[in-house]
Each structure stands twice: as C-alpha cells, then as structure tokens.
C-alpha cells in the first residue's frame, strides 16, 4: 500500500474517533478467528511471538509509529501507537492500560513505551521477538479488508 493512502487512513481515524470501537470490534474479531491463527499463527500467539508481525502489518494498514513496551531488562512487546491509543494483539487501549496489563498480567516491573526504532537491534540481536517473514504481505492484504474495506 502507498505511504500517502496508509497515512490518510490514520489521519481520518484521528478526526473520527467513534471509528476506534468499531475498528477495534472489527480487529478483535479477525485476531481471534481460526483463519488467522491457522494462516499466520499456528504456534503462537498475537501476545507471545507474533507481536512485531501483528504491528508492522498494523502500521502498514492504519500508519501510526511501532513502539515497544520494554523493562528494565527486556524488549517484551512490540505494537503499534495511532494517536492516543496504542494497538496490538488485545486491541486498542490506552498507553497506561497496555502497561498495566504488562504489569498485573505478564509480570513485568516498570514496564514503559519505547519508540521501537531505539530497540529493533536489540530486538534483531537478541532474537526473543520474531520479526516479520513472508507471512507479512497476506496479513496486510487480510487487515485491509477487515480494518478499510470492510
């Protein structure tokens, strides 16, 4: 998709915010069907290993910024920030409501949102995060259709 039309879609998203629960209704619905996981995740999950496909194919989709939510020793997740809202395998929330599922949930102490770009090295080098492959391309073509087509 064209940088022009994935950055006119964030940017109608931000004039249109009832458009998030819809939107996030619609994502939901996708992540958890057995199509996605039987053609993208049949080991893992959106949360644990298909986090940074999940976020990329997202950017590619709605624009926005890939950020991190690291701790003080781990990259532990990679999602997308559009606008106030941060996305990713649980849907859209709020930065401090993806934090505090990372720390009543997973576990994690002090955990914070990191531009993604200041840890894709120590993301690439430590391996723990899968980066995309060639699933990429049909997860994009799948979310167009969810996310703009409808």
């Known amino acids: ?8 879609v964030s940017e109608e998203l931000a004039l249109r915010r009832a458009d998030t629960r819809d939107l996030d209704r ?3 619905a996708f992540l958890r069907s057995d199509e996605a996981y039987r053609k993208y995740l049949p080991t893992e999950t959106w949360l644990t290993g298909g986090c940074w496909l999940l976020a990329e194919a997202l950017w590619h989709v709605l624009g926005g910024d890939l950020v991190a939510v690291v701790s003080d020793l781990n990259v532990e997740h990679v ?4 606008g106030d809202r941060i ?3 649980d849907g859209f929330s709020r930065p ?3 934090l505090r599922r990372w720390r009543v ?3 994690v102490p002090r955990p914070r949102i990191v531009d993604f770009e200041a840890v894709r090295a120590e993301v690439l080098r430590r391996g723990e995060i899968p980066p995309p492959d060639t699933r990429l391309s049909g997860l994009v073509r799948d979310l167009w259709q969810v996310l703009v087509v409808r």
């Open 1 to 8: 998709m064209k940088s022009h039309v994935r950055h006119a």
């Open 26 to 28: 619609r994502l939901r």
């Open 79 to 82: 999602a997308l920030r559009l």
């Open 87 to 89: 996305v990713d395998g």
């Open 96 to 98: 401090e409501t993806l």
């Open 105 to 107: 949930r997973e576990g």
